[in-house]
Each structure stands twice: as C-alpha cells, then as structure tokens.
Nanobody
Framework: QVQLVESGGGLVQAGGSVKLSCAVS??????????MGWYRQAPGKQRELVAF???????AVEDSVNGRFTISRDVAENTLYLQMNSLKPEDPAVYYC?????????????????WGQGTQVTVSS
C-alpha cells in the first residue's frame, strides 16, 4: 500500500509564500513514479493540474502559476514539494499531489490510484 500525505497548507496573505509537501510512504518510493504532479481544486471548479516533475527531474508548470510556483522533489526524503510565491486571490484551493505519468513533450497523466487527501490553501487580501 502506498500513501501520499500533503502538508503545509494554511492561511497566507496575498503576495506571501507557502511551501507544500507531499510525503510518499509504503511499498514504493517517489522514484518509482514516472512523474508526480500537484493539482488544485477550488470550490465549484474542476480539479486542475498545477505542475509536475518527471523522474529525470524535468518540470512543467501551468501558465497561470509560471514564475510564481516551483515544483521539486527530494528522492532521499521521498517527498514532493510545491513552493508557492506571490500568492494571488485566485490561488486558494485544496491542493493535491498525485503519482502518475509524463506524456512527452509536456503533458501529465494522473494515476487514479495515487492521490493524497489534499491540503487547503487560503489567501487573505
């Protein structure tokens, strides 16, 4: 059994920063995934991909967060990260990590089997 557990969310001022973590534990490690991604879902909206990183360390981020969010991973710690800077009013959501697949050249396919429970990010103005 594999668990993905997000942490680090909370209330942040607009313009501020927060770093989310996704700890992977169980029968496989973070390097067993072809790629891992961060998604977010705001109330009344569909879950959307924010960023992903493949097993080679190549990353991609959505245009809406480009230049503000950075995805990274620490294989030794079995942890995926999302550094979120310059937070905006449109960023509040529940953020989820996922273990999935990279689809060249710059696409990501989530696996239904490997989702975390999510962590809430709220931005105050």
């Amino acid at each position: 059994q594999v668990q993905l557990v997000e942490s680090g969310g909370g209330l942040v001022q607009a313009g501020g920063s927060v770093k989310l973590s996704c700890a992977v534990s169980g029968s496989i490690g973070i390097d067993s995934f072809d790629a891992m991604g961060w998604y977010r879902q705001a109330p009344g909206k569909q879950r959307e991909l924010v960023a992903f990183v493949d097993r080679r360390g190549s990353t991609a981020v959505e245009d809406s967060v480009n230049g503000r969010f950075t995805i990274s991973r620490d294989v030794a710690e079995n942890t995926l990260y999302l550094q979120m800077n310059s937070l905006k009013p449109e960023d509040p959501a529940v953020y989820y990590c996922n273990g999935g697949f990279s689809l060249p050249p710059k696409n990501y396919a989530p696996s239904d089997a490997y989702w975390g429970q999510g962590t809430q990010v709220t931005v105050s103005s």
